[in-house]
């Protein structure tokens, strides 16, 4: 007889068995039906209680129960893991293309709605496909970063930076980042390859200056950097900032050794120089320091041959004007009147009068007398030479308008005589010049009332300057144009009596005309006169009283040549210049007011 399981438990004998048995039936005798049936079998033959038997099924119902829990159990830890696998692979799917700074990918699988194991097997080729991608971005970022840090290195000078790979960040290898650190790389590179072509202008500086100076290059440069000297590679040569800042440093002071050794020679090759023309040294001797005075007027960056600031170059200059001045104190008096014939040149352009006779005579005693030393005799000839072209430079400016003022005067005289001459229309050979000799005469006549004012106003002011009167040879300007303005007012007014004269005569003519029927040949007025004409001395009205004396050179100017002697070709004041009394110059041009002569 076969027992009934609890209704609680699991139903071998029934549909669960037929079921399997169903889905089985190659199995045979090894079906849960045939074993729980050759159980009863045993059960019968035994003996066995219902109590008993209904425990041992519900025992082994329970352990069914287990082994499927189990079963279930390990099948849902199962799907656990490969549910994790498939989060983790999603994360790191996600994770790497932040990495990489991608917003999508070709090969993520569309149809997501799949198994697990399908969907893990769709997504690890796409994780390979990234990893490798991740793997070669690494590299590329590791490349570029190892450049950087070499340039990086090399600019701050510290070579141990190379030893030691950079650090790439794994959480950002974009192309972005990836575009950066190449722009940076480009950057550095450019300021590298800038930096390098300064240093190699920075050691072509220094091979010249040492070259000029005839320091030894090699020795120089590599005290800056051991990498400077020819045999290093282009490349390999430092660029540091300290490399270019002592490269900068040596630079500047090679220039300023060089700046100084060409003062120190165009100091001595300026007294070299002047030894020889105090001294009038042959020009045979004079040549073998043509290396010496070739760079007198030089630039400093005109000095480019080498070895021309040399040292040795600049002691043999030093030996030679060492020589010189103990040659030039046994021609000390020879030397002394060069200067003073200087000098006494200076003051006759000038126009500035002197005494040279007691000039060389107090030179001669000075030098006989052994009191003054040879050096600061010429030393003090030399000072003066200087004030006398600083007070010649101050005169220059009235010299100048002097100059203008006397030819002014010398063309009004011409014009005199010109306007006097009956036949200067007359066709005669070199009419046509005249005439326009006469216009420009003209012209400049009428320029010469401002010419005075101008000189006038010029001379006060030099006047108060300096404190002491204006001379011209001796003679005060301004008395000179005081004089010249009255004659010049007298002069007009002798023109104007002529002209009313003449009316008056024409006037006297036209009457007796009508009176007796003919007209008598004019007559020429018997008080004209030429009056400051060429080298005339009288006054305007031919009197003798202002005939006076200002100075004993008032009739000429004593112009001096350059061998110190004077000559009478130029007058001192215009040709028709008179000299005045100290009564009559009382009045002021300013108090005149100069009428323009008619032509």
Sequence with gaps: MIHQRPSNGLDFSGTAMAVTESQNPLLGENTCGSLLKKLQEIWDEVGESDEQRDKMLLQLEQECLDVYKRKVEQAAKSRAQLLQALSDAKLEFSSLLSALGEKSFAGIPENTSGTIKEQLAAIAPVLEQLWQQKEERIKEFSDVQSQIQQICGEIAGNLNLNDVSPAVDESDLSLKKLDEYQSELQELQKEKSERLHKVLEFVSTVHDLCAVLSMDFFSTVTEVHPSLNDSTGVQSKSISNDTLARLAKTVLTLKEDKKQRLHKLQELASQLIDLWNLMDTHPEERSQFDHVTCNISASVDEVTIPGALALDLIEQAEVEVERLDQLKASRMKEIAFKKQAELEEIFARAHIEIDPDAAREKIMALIDSGNVEPTELLADMDNQIAKAKEEALSRKDILDKVEKWMSACEEESWLEDYNRDENRYNAS??????????????ILVNKIPALVDTLVAKTRAWEEDHGISFTYDGVPLLAMLDEYAMLRHEREEEK??????????????????AIFGSRPSPARPSSSKKVGGPRANGGANGTPNRRLSLNAHQNGSRSTSKDGKRDNTRPVAPVNYVAISKEDAASHVSGTEPIPASP
């Design 496 to 513: 104007r009596r002529m002209r009313d004269q003449k009316k008056y005569h024409e006037q006297q003519n036209t009457e007796q005309e």
């Design 429 to 442: 050979r070199g009419a046509h010049l005249n005439l326009k000799r006469a216009e420009k005469a003209r």
